[in-house]
């Protein structure tokens, strides 16, 4: 009985965050706990270790933190990519220790020792196609392409003023970027002279 209390306890703990953290934002959950959770998950947390960092290292230890931050999530580097490949090596080399000797048996075939290099070979043939092709570059050709495919439906794409210029964009700042994966979610009057861009 306590097993079964745990695992209801522990799935309704998983509905919540993930309702929180998808739908928090949303007219409905204004004021409420939810919305709390989903300020905390998206935005508090990273606040609280911030300062923490802040309040232990000073100014140089929070620097830093933000040096590797902007190594390793704002700038192409190798280091997902080592990690994703690592990830998938040693899960297949586990699967070939521990699962193979049970191939071919009562219920699997023999096919499937294959048919598991042939799926692992295939995703790693994707990731690298994926890791090594052109995200796309925005030019003034194509611009409103992209500014008129994702128009501000104030869920996942919200108007807000740049700090620093004071120009309503929205959450991705673009002064560094060019890539269609940042235009995406830029205001459709934001004036932004790149690669060719001319202001309206």
Known sequence: ???????????????????????????????????KIHYFITVGAYDYILQFIAAVFGSKGRNAFLAVEHYCCERPNPILQIIYL?????????????SFAYIPGYYVSGFHRYSSLLAVLVGILLFLLTSFSDPGTVKAENVLNYLSSYPYDNIIYVEK?????????????????????????????????VDGWLPR
């Not at 690592?86 to 521990?98: N, P, R, W």
């Not at 004071?166 to 959450?171: E, L, M």
């Not at 673009?174 to 890539?179: M, S, V």
């Open 161 to 193: 003023k740049c700090a620093t210029c004071k120009i309503s964009r929205s959450r991705v700042d673009l002064r560094d970027q060019n890539t269609a994966a940042y235009v995406i979610d830029v205001l459709r009057d934001l004036i932004t002279i």
């Open 1 to 35: 009985m306590a097993l079964q209390l745990m695992l209801v306890c522990h799935g309704l703990a998983t509905l919540l965050v993930v309702i929180s953290f998808l739908c928090g934002q949303w007219p409905i959950f204004r004021g409420t706990f939810i919305e």
């Open 86 to 98: 690592t990830i998938v090596g040693v899960t297949y080399f586990l699967i070939i220790q521990s």
